[in-house]
């Protein structure tokens, strides 16, 4: 298994993720393009010290971008939407 930080990058904290949190106990993150959600689910309990119930995983391709004359592209990256049991909690804050 891959150290937990190349596993896990970042929590994606948004509107979205935020109301996701608060009603169905589910926690997004930027995960590794090549983990699967074995490694998900064992990286998130282990860093978080808690009790995965599910894991779900979307693929984004990267937009093509312009700047100037020049083309580029942004990475692909693949998010996780880790839904926790019930009683879980994952404070990204330290409120």
């Known amino acids: ?17 935020n109301l996701l949190k608060e009603s169905d ?8 393009r090549g983990a699967n959600k074995i490694e ?3 990286a998130v309990e282990k860093a978080f010290d808690v009790k995965v119930k599910s894991v779900n ?7 093509m971008k312009r700047v100037g004359a020049s ?3 942004r990475n692909n990256w693949k998010k996780a939407y880790v839904t926790l ?8 804050y330290g409120v």
């Open 85 to 92: 049991e019930e009683g879980q909690n994952i404070d990204f």
């Open 1 to 17: 298994m891959k150290p937990l930080y190349e596993i896990i990058r970042k929590p994606l904290i948004s509107e979205k993720a």
């Open 40 to 42: 998900i689910k064992q």
């Open 25 to 32: 106990q589910v926690v997004t993150f930027e995960v590794d």
């Open 71 to 73: 083309l580029g592209q």
């Open 57 to 63: 995983t979307i693929q984004f391709r990267g937009k």
